[in-house]
């Protein structure tokens, strides 16, 4: 613990992160890259058809992957909550900000493919499933903190609003997760993570876990580029009011010393 | 400080009763949708006593959002606010004072009036009473949710449109438990006491929560 402590201080400083991320960023783009190329020609051309559901079962390779980075991406948003309201940790908020887009992303991505999935296997598009309506609630609630983030100007103000409802938001968490569980629905129940072992055959399983780890390394390498592009949009804001300041002293300088000030 | 929190909720009515206070308003933009729905979906009546109780639910999440936005933005406005934050009766409690004001004017009214706004979509006696019952115990959870929303917002200029938004899907599970147990009362296999107590746990939840996040909010904003 005393470590990862130090680790994440030591992130704290924004430049410091900017080279670490830099570094890494190729590395785990390119393994993600791989992974899912690999991920992809095992589903195509590797996986057997389902006995029952036939080709269309290749859509859960796409589906599955979303569906857990939808609430990765949540968790991780309300760690990132967490450490804007308790530690205060600069990069916090930051981390919280570029999750959400990439999260909304992912939650669609479950959702279309689970409704394309849906009507060759269930006969429709959409039904009013536990598991169904509370990822489309997920969605919402991730769409509902992006716009708080675009609402409030200044960025500290709205990161700790942001890191405020994110914690509320959190209660949907658990809803989503075992819904299928509670709640005798449409939607299977848990087959993958289950006590007494997983109930997919090892031949779907492990292109089911390869792509997960190629789709996990994407969203985490999109959510490294994300922080990198707010850390510089917020450089970028901190130079141009510096410099609109500049501007409005600059003419009084101009009388004091003309052949000084530019 | 149990002075303070009825002054509080006190000054509220009071201002919710005057002359540009918003006492009465949502009562009247309830019965508005209780009324246009009707136009939409056809005056068939039995549809009507079937949906009635989704219909009064309907109205009464969208009545409680109308009056949320101007909960803390009027004290933000006129500085009542930052005397909240500053006196010593912990700012928990003050937001629950509020929340208790809003409900005061906006969820029993509606509650109250449901039953004579039930009777414009046939519904049975019994129907009528279920909804009243429901909506006295789930609107508080409304409120309270909302206040959440209202706290985020208090100093955006423009925070009605961002607040539903928040605020909406966090009310999901109140209408489901309000509206199962409404429609328990006149029928179907789940008996009324099981999703009737589930919305009581979700107010009571939710006045906790709301409470600390609001407060947090409020905080961290000021």
């Given at each position: 613990m005393a470590e990862n402590n130090s680790i994440l201080t030591a992130l704290a400083n924004p430049t410091r992160f900017l080279a670490l991320s830099a570094r890494v960023l190729p590395w785990m783009a390119g393994l993600s890259a791989v992974l899912l190329a690999v991920g992809l020609w095992l589903v195509f051309f590797q996986v057997p058809d389902d006995y029952q559901q036939g080709a269309t079962v290749r859509i859960m390779y796409i589906h599955v992957p979303a569906a857990w980075l939808s609430l990765f991406l949540y968790a991780m948003m309300t760690g990132s909550a967490i450490g804007t309201l308790v530690w205060r940790h600069p990069l916090a908020d930051v981390a919280q900000k570029a999750a959400a887009p990439i999260g909304a992303a992912f939650t669609l991505l479950c959702l279309v493919t689970g409704s394309i999935w849906g009507?060759?296997?269930?006969?429709?598009?959409?039904?009013?499933d536990a598991r169904l309506t509370s990822e489309l609630v997920l969605l919402l609630i991730y769409l509902g903190i992006i716009g708080l983030w675009r609402a409030i100007e200044e960025p500290s103000a709205a990161a700790r609003a942001v890191a405020i409802m994110t914690l509320v938001g959190f209660v949907n968490i658990p809803i989503v997760k075992f819904s299928v569980d509670w709640w005798n629905t449409l939607h299977q129940p848990a087959s993958v993570f289950r006590l007494g072992g997983s109930t997919i055959d090892a031949s779907m399983l492990w292109p089911l876990l390869v792509m997960a780890a190629g789709f996990t390394l994407l969203a985490v390498s999109l959510h490294l580029s994300g922080m990198r592009t707010e850390i510089l949009r917020r450089r970028v804001r901190a130079l141009s009011l510096l410099e609109a300041q500049q501007r409005e002293r600059a003419p009084v300088a101009a009388v004091v010393a003309p052949g000084v000030a530019r | 400080m149990i002075r303070t929190l009825v002054a509080i909720v006190g000054r509220d009515l009071h201002i919710a009763a005057r002359i540009g206070g918003a006492g009465g308003l949502s009562l009247v933009f309830f019965l508005m949708l209780v009324t246009l729905i009707p136009f939409a979906i056809g005056p068939d009546l039995n549809l009507l006593s079937r949906i009635g109780p989704a219909i009064l639910w309907l109205a009464a999440v969208l009545s409680t959002l109308i009056g949320l936005d101007r909960l803390f933005q009027a004290d933000e406005e006129d500085g009542s606010l930052a005397i909240m934050l500053a006196s010593e009766t912990p700012l928990e409690l003050v937001v629950i004072a509020k929340g208790a004001a809003h409900w005061l004017t906006t969820g029993l009214p509606l509650a109250l009036c449901a039953p004579l706004f039930g009777l414009l979509l046939a519904l049975t006696p019994q129907a009528m009473l279920a909804v009243s019952a429901t909506l006295l115990v789930g609107t508080p959870a409304l409120t309270f949710i909302g206040m959440v929303g209202a706290a985020l917002t208090a100093?955006?200029?423009?925070?009605g449109l961002i607040l539903s938004i928040l605020v909406m899907p966090l009310m999901v599970p109140t209408l489901i438990f309000g509206v199962s147990a409404a429609g328990a009362a006149t029928g179907g296999t789940v008996p009324f006491l099981t999703p009737f107590l589930i919305l009581c746990a979700i107010s009571l939840a939710a006045l906790v929560v709301g409470a600390v996040a609001a407060a947090m909010a409020l905080r961290a904003e000021g």
């Open positions: 009507k060759p296997m269930w006969g429709t598009w959409w039904v009013w | 100093r955006l200029r423009r925070g």
